[in-house]
């Protein structure tokens, strides 16, 4: 079985300039989460999905970040402009409808603002 | 905002050694987990446990939980040096599965 999939693995761009990441969830799994890790630091929830509704966005910038998961499958979550401080792994992870908790991660997305 | 916080931040030790590393939260919880992140990798879920669970065991992990004091405690027996990486609690509260990370606590195990 496949795990979760992201891309791109690394991104480096200049401030001010809009940038995309894409991820693919388990198949099945209609829970879906996208968090942003600070170097030493743990995740912190971005946003989760069930199915193709957003039930916990309060912690999304929304005057620069915006996110969909058109069909309830596969997510973008998306930076326009980024700021320097955006710099940071953007990690997607997935979680089946019968699990207690467990998630399951991809290898995140590191971005450099330049 | 980060609900749990792992002690201690760092730990280093021999292989061979048991690796104890503590979490201690906040508020009232319905589960709570363990994860491991090896350098530039996502994050493996390893153990969870439940509000009513007082241990539970996987291998060479132990997990203990303590509501009265809101803390867990992961111990790692007979260390190796691929256990080498930041060990992440998070907990789940109310009738939400949002898990929320702590800080982490970093290990390392030489050879």
């Known amino acids: 079985e496949a795990g979760v999939v992201q891309s791109p693995r690394y991104k480096i761009i200049e401030k001010k300039q809009p940038v995309a990441f894409w991820c693919n969830p388990i198949?099945?799994?209609?829970?879906l989460y996208w968090y942003l890790q600070n170097l030493g630091q743990g995740p912190e929830l971005l946003i989760r999905?069930?199915?193709?509704?957003?039930?916990?966005d309060s912690q999304l910038p929304k005057d620069r970040f915006s996110a969909e998961r058109l069909k309830g499958v596969d997510s973008t979550l998306k930076i326009q402009p980024a700021e320097l401080g955006d710099s940071a792994v953007y990690l997607c992870?997935?979680?089946?409808?019968?699990?207690?908790?467990?998630?399951?991660f991809g290898e995140g997305s590191r971005l450099t603002v330049l | 905002s980060q609900q749990g916080e792992e002690d201690p931040q760092a730990l280093s030790i021999q292989e061979g050694e048991n690796a104890t590393m503590n979490c201690s939260y906040k508020?009232?919880?319905?589960?709570l987990q363990w994860y491991r992140q090896n350098s530039g990798r996502g994050l493996v879920h390893l153990i969870l446990?439940?509000?009513?669970?007082r241990e539970k065991h996987s291998g060479r992990l132990r997990v203990t939980l303590d509501t009265s004091k809101k803390s867990s405690s992961l111990l790692i027996t007979a260390s190796r040096a691929a256990d080498t990486a930041s060990y992440f609690c998070?907990?789940?509260?109310?009738?939400?599965?949002?898990?929320?990370f702590g800080r982490g606590t970093s290990l390392i195990v030489h050879p």
């Open positions: 992870a997935s979680k089946g409808r019968d699990s207690p908790g467990e998630l399951f």
């Open positions: 198949s099945g799994h209609n829970t």
């Open positions: 999905y069930e199915n193709e509704e957003a039930v916990d």
């Open positions: 508020t009232s919880i319905n589960n």
């Open positions: 446990i439940r509000s009513n669970e």
């Open positions: 998070a907990t789940s509260s109310g009738g939400s599965y949002i898990p929320t």
